[in-house]
């Protein structure tokens, strides 16, 4: 089974065109989805630390990476 969210990140580090905006997008509704939300002042820390994620992928194509070889060993 696929994560839709690891899949956008791959593709933008493919050369796929893919805006800040989606990225932190992305990254919000990622960790909605593994049920954060529950815990509104948890899911707001996570959500700032992922949206901060996103910040330093669109400048850096390497953090993204890591990131995405983290999510596949792990």
Not at 32 to 55: F, L
């Amino acid at each position: 089974m696929k994560n839709k969210y690891i899949e956008l990140v791959k593709r933008w580090l493919a050369g796929e065109v893919v805006s800040v905006e989606a990225l932190q997008a992305n990254a919000d509704a990622a960790w909605a989805a593994e049920g954060y939300a529950a815990d509104a002042a948890y899911a707001a820390r996570y959500a700032a630390d992922a949206a901060a994620a996103a910040d330093a992928a669109a400048a850096d194509a390497d953090a993204a990476d890591y990131w995405v070889k983290r999510y596949e060993e792990g």
